[in-house]
């Protein structure tokens, strides 16, 4: 499967490009790339599309802020979201993108002028722990947004009172004007491009069929999440324009670091401190699991410091799967730092009664091979 070139790279502009760079950078490879400018050049085609792709992600702020953190990944299906180019929906974004910036110049509109009116979609990042993300929860939050109008049920009119079919331009949202040999065509300024007008226009909501408002929503976390995945919830972000469609709102999960496990996936890694007594003689020691219950864990005689355990089907939930990872430990021989004088004498004895045999394979082998190497250099 091809990657997918990066977005500023593909509008040639820098990370750091303000929205005025970014749309003079896509005006220009638009007006050189437009399939009406190459008839029958395919990789023309597919350039126009790439750029107007990009274009629609990095022009509105949040799905910017979404693409600088996650990358493409951040609009594709496994992240909680739909299909294609993700929830965002680029289908109609190429016709939107093209017409705004390039509609009165060509004298032409491809949607009649009239905006569907749709809510802006919103983002919100929650941050969870471990825990949270092994065992699943429900949450409660509060979303600053816009509402439809109670008072005129987003109509925008007084008591409810549909709009009216704007004078001006007859319903069309745009009118015409001739000039020269050219007939050019504008949004129409009565309306701006509803094609309809409020003539009396509710008090509270100042016509605009929606007012501002927290939300409190409730989210359920599956378990087995992971960082940056992202849930969508229909409908409710921004309300829309005179009773249009609201947006819809995406919530992008981040999990707290652990003090004791690192993840990888539906694994888990601990690091494992044991005496040097217990790593010498053998024994247990008791460690925790993620899901609250504790695991004796036993400990071979003469285990080695970086030796690894796995203790299988102990780690993290896996999402939409009845199956759990895995827990790996791996030990750390601790060494003894402050010692009594009775201490340090037995251990003066234990090292007098130690020779080669004593020790593990891998010290043994280790000053086998420097006696070879001193015996070569003597040579």
Known sequence: MATKACYYETLE???????????????????????????????AELKFKQISEAYEVLRDEQKRAAYDRFGHAAFEQGGGGGSGAGDFGFGSGFADIFDEMFGDMMGRGRRGGRSTGRGQDLRY????????????????????????????????????????GCPTCRGA????????FFTVERTCPMC??????????????????????????????????????????????????HGAPAGDLYIFLAIAPHRMFQRDGANLGMR?????????????????????TKVKVSIPKGCQHGHRFRLKGKGMSVLRSAARGDIFLEAAVEVPVSLTDKQKKLLEEFAKESDERTYSPESTSFFDKVKEFIADVAR
Not at 173 to 180: A, C, D, I, L, T
Not at 222 to 228: F, M, Q, S
């Open 272 to 292: 494992m401190p044991i005496p040097m007594t217990t790593a010498a003689l053998g024994g247990e020691v008791e460690v925790p699991s993620i899901d609250g």
């Open 125 to 164: 990042n929650m941050e969870i722990t471990l825990e949270e993300a092994f065992g699943g929860k429900k949450a409660k939050i509060t979303v600053p947004s816009s509402i439809t109008c109670d008072a005129c049920k987003g109509s925008g009119g007084k008591n409810g009172a549909a709009p009216a």
């Open 192 to 241: 701006q491009g509803a094609g309809q007008v409020i003539s009396d226009p509710c008090q509270k909501c100042n016509g605009a069929g929606r007012q501002r408002k927290e939300k409190q929503l409730e989210v359920t976390i599956p378990p087995g999440v992971e960082e940056g995945t992202r849930i969508r919830l229909a409908g409710e972000g921004e309300a829309g324009v």
């Open 13 to 43: 502009v820098t990370k750091t490009a303000s929205g005025e760079e970014l749309k003079k950078s896509f005006r220009k490879l638009a007006m050189k790339f437009h399939p009406d400018k190459n008839p029958g050049d395919q990789s």
């Open 173 to 180: 949202g745009k009118v015409r004007s001739q000039q020269g």
